[in-house]
Antibody, heavy 119, light 107 residues
Framework: EVKLLESGGGLVQPGGSLRLSCAAS????????MSWVRQAPGKGLEWVSGISGSGGNTYYADSVKGRFTISRDNSKNTLYLQMDSLRAEDTAVYSC????????????WGQGTMVTVSS | DIQMTQSPSTLSASVGDRVTITCRAS??????LAWYQQEPGKAPKLLIY???TLESVVPSRFSGSGSGTEFTLTISSLQPEDFATYYC?????????FGQGTKLEIK
């Protein structure tokens, strides 16, 4: 069974840093592009960042460019999101998502980890 | 960035109704559009990709159409489990973008 399990969320002060992890299982992790998607409380979905299967290509939303860094360790089947210079508007549930072989849409999602940026 | 605009934002309907949600892109995205369903507190579920291809195990009452800049999601006969929020998403180019969502409510 394909599974994605996020961890690393929590409460952080504005300007602080946090590193999220997404542990993948049930598929050949290195073969698939992965993304992070967030959802602020009561709001819609926002794509945050994506990375190719090899890790050689990374992509970011304008709202996080220069502050967040996506990476992956294919030997550990784990996706990461390093979040620096956090702002109150970064408060959201962060979920990792996987694309299938037949599309670049997201067919598998984790349950998410909550990040709260507040003093 | 490509902007995705859904309408309506909220839709009230009854079990058995046929409903349509529209999604417009700020520039052509060919058919690189997906539709998701999200229930409260749950992860989104992929319903349709490439504008009109039904994901496996998704009921056939869901259908998608369109290309270029205008797309629709149709539910032919609403079931109780269909009352949720629906999002469109373009994946022709990064940054990927979602519509703001359409909440489907029970009338």
């Amino acid at each position: 069974e394909v599974k994605l399990l996020e961890s690393g969320g929590g409460l952080v002060q504005p300007g602080g840093s946090l590193r999220l992890s997404c542990a993948a299982s049930g598929f050949t992790f290195s073969t698939y592009a992965m993304s992070w998607v967030r959802q602020a409380p009561g709001k819609g979905l926002e794509w945050v960042s994506g990375i190719s299967g090899s890790g050689g290509n990374t992509y970011y939303a304008d709202s996080v460019k220069g502050r967040f860094t996506i990476s992956r360790d294919n030997s550990k089947n784990t996706l990461y999101l390093q979040m620096d210079s956090l702002r109150a508007e970064d408060t959201a549930v962060y979920s990792c998502a996987k694309t299938p072989w037949y599309s670049d849409a997201f067919h598998i999602w984790g349950q998410g980890t909550m990040v709260t940026v507040s003093s | 960035d490509i902007q995705m605009t859904q309408s309506p934002s909220t839709l009230s309907a009854s079990v058995g109704d046929r409903v349509t949600i529209t999604c417009r892109a700020s520039q052509s995205i060919s058919s690189w559009l997906a539709w998701y369903q999200q229930e409260p507190g749950k992860a989104p579920k992929l319903l349709i990709y490439k504008a009109s291809t039904l994901e496996s195990v998704v009921p056939s009452r869901f259908s998608g159409s369109g290309s270029g800049t205008e797309f629709t999601l149709t539910i032919s006969s609403l079931q109780p489990e269909d009352f949720a929020t629906y999002y469109c998403q373009q994946y022709i180019t990064y940054p990927y973008t979602f519509g703001q969502g359409t909440k489907l409510e029970i009338k």
